[in-house]
């Protein structure tokens, strides 16, 4: 079956009724890179960069990391490559880093807030993204986004350290593209006063449901409860796209929720814009996208907001992809 689905690798992920939702790769090592175009993605939604300081005895340094993302952004030019700042903490520490005790890391310091706690480890890497970012495919976003306060904080850093580049005669882009991750219910609810500080969004599903349903998405005991169609999801996902593009921003899923066949037509009835999944799952759901008609996909999302259990979205869901299969 592999092989067929490779036979996916240069058609467009396109609807029958020609409605195109790009699809990217998730990535967290450069040495998957090669696997991107080869399993038919076009370009790295997500970068999980945190991967470049997990297992090593030395942190990269402003250089090394620069390296790295330019090597993946040459890798995919012209595609766009998202690289994703630090989502460090909790159970992603570097050796050597101190964890500071915290009853409750997942809700502690991490992510966007341990770069805005640490600015030296967050700068430099904005400024090697920055440095990268001669590459003009290179965008930027931030993880674990709760406020627009860490969002205006975090550009304001970004900006000292263009300036800092432009001391040392160092060209980068002025107009990268910044995003931000939309995977604390928080973030979600106050899309619209976080829009006019970014160009796009990325929905981490994994946390948003974790972090709505107050479910560990890694245990077992509650997994039960773990649902990307209950109606607090599908309607935060709606609410997070309609205020994108009513700000003239994308959206993108870069969590699971993207990979899984059953739920695709879901997210691109909802009016997703680009779904990132790990290059092993891109030709199964760019088979899914093809075998697929849009108004089918708009018809699905406007039962699933007026839906009042996850069991019945569910159901919906399956029909589709039965009918399509
Ligand atoms: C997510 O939370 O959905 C996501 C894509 O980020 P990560 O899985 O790296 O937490
Ligand atoms: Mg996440």
């Given amino acids: 079956i592999l092989s067929e689905l490779d036979t996916l690798r240069d058609k467009p992920p396109e609807t029958k009724d020609g409605y195109l939702v790009p699809i990217t790769a998730n990535i967290e090592l450069l040495e998957e890179l090669e696997a991107v175009g080869a399993r038919g993605a076009k370009g790295i939604g997500l970068f999980r960069t945190e991967f470049l300081f997990l297992g090593v005895k030395t942190l990269p340094d402003e250089d090394a990391q620069a390296a790295a993302y330019e090597r993946a952004a040459k890798s995919q ?43 030296e480890l967050f700068k430099t890497q904005l400024r090697a993204i920055l440095r990268a970012s001669v590459h003009e495919n290179i965008r930027m976003m931030y993880p674990m986004v709760s406020c627009v306060q860490e969002v205006m904080d975090a550009n304001t850093l970004l900006r000292q350290c263009m300036m800092e580049l432009s001391e040392r005669k160092i060209p980068f882009n002025e107009n990268i593209q910044i ?8 973030a979600a609810l ?40 209950h109606m607090a999801i599908v309607r935060l996902i709606d609410h997070v796209v309609k205020v994108s593009h009513k700000y003239g921003l994308w959206t993108c899923v870069c969590g699971q929720m993207a990979a899984n066949p059953k739920l695709v037509p879901l997210l691109i009835g909802l009016g997703v814009d680009e779904l990132s999944v790990s290059p092993s799952q ?3 759901i760019k088979d899914v996208v093809r075998k697929l008609y849009y108004s089918g996909a708009v018809e699905l999302a406007q039962q699933a907001l ?20």
């Avoid at 995003?179 to 928080?186: A, D, L, Q, R």
């Avoid at 500080?197 to 997994?223: P, W």
């Fill in 77 to 119: 030019y012209p595609s766009p490559v998202v690289i994703r700042t630090l989502d460090l903490g909790a159970d992603k520490l570097p050796a050597g880093f101190e964890a500071k005790d915290e009853l409750n890391p997942f809700l502690g310091d991490r992510a966007i807030r341990l770069c805005l706690s640490h600015p």
């Fill in 179 to 186: 995003g931000t991750m939309i995977e604390v219910p928080s």
């Fill in 190 to 229: 106050v899309a619209d006063i976080i829009a006019p500080h970014v160009s796009f969004f990325s929905l981490g599903t994994n946390d948003l449901i974790q972090y709505t349903m107050a479910v560990d998405r890694g245990n077992e005991n509650v997994a039960h409860l773990y649902k990307p169609t």
């Fill in 282 to 284: 891109a030709p199964m």
């Fill in 306 to 325: 007026v839906s009042r259990s996850a069991e019945h979205v569910d159901a919906l869901c399956h029909k589709l992809i039965e009918e399509i299969a």
